[in-house]
Nanobody
């Protein structure tokens, strides 16, 4: 059974920092495209950042230079370091894993989400 468990969300003032973590079980983060998505109230879920199994990293334009995604293969976790946060970063942040399994096809998993609220 695959589980993605996020932690680290909370309330932070604009300009501050927050670190989110996602602990994976049932899959190896090193073999999947791992990412962080967020959903603000009334808006669609959007990609924040992701990292491929080969280590290539992609960021949304809105977070470039402020957020950093990382992966720890030993601990089987990923993290999102959020610096210089803005009120528009407020939302529920979800951990996501995408993979391809022979005989099954594409697979995708989601965590339950963690709330991030940035006060102005």
């Amino acid at each position: 059974q695959v589980q993605l468990v996020e932690s680290g969300g909370g309330l932070v003032q604009a300009g501050g920092s927050l670190r989110l973590s996602c602990a994976a079980s049932g899959i190896a983060v090193s073999l999947h495209r791992m990412g962080w998505y967020r959903q603000a109230p009334g808006k669609e879920r959007e990609l924040v950042a992701d990292i491929t199994s080969g280590g290539s990293i992609n960021y949304a334009d809105s977070v470039k230079g402020r957020f950093t995604i990382s992966r720890d293969n030993t601990k089987n976790t990923i993290a999102l370091q959020m610096n210089s946060v803005k009120p528009e970063d407020t939302g529920v942040y979800y951990c996501n894993a995408k993979g391809l399994r022979v005989g099954v096809g594409r697979l995708e998993y989601w965590g339950q989400g963690t709330q991030v609220t940035v006060s102005s």
